[in-house]
């Protein structure tokens, strides 16, 4: 859980240098969060961006981070992205 906890928190910015026009990496994040994604297919959408089974098992505990969360969790995460999207630091990208 750590592992995917520091995963996240280096595409964090990522998001803020891509910005919201970044759709790939949106994509990859909007499915991420999503309750009705399931691993199996977060682990195919992703699949261009995973080699090694490491990469592989961050993946599907980056996903199952987020399938265990509540929708209210979810939501405020799209909120904190959606911030992060719109705050003076990343409005100069």
Known sequence: M???MVLMLAALSLCCYAGPGCSL???V???AIDPTVSKDEYRDY???FTQ????????DELKQCFLQQSNETLANFE???Q???N???CKIF
């Open 83 to 85: 911030t992060i999207y």
């Open 29 to 31: 994040i909007e499915k």
């Open 79 to 81: 909120q904190m992205m």
């Open 2 to 4: 750590k592992l995917v």
């Open 46 to 48: 992703v699949q261009a």
């Open 52 to 59: 090694s089974e490491t990469e592989k098992n961050a993946v």
């Open 87 to 89: 705050s003076v630091f």
């Open 25 to 27: 990496l949106g994509n």
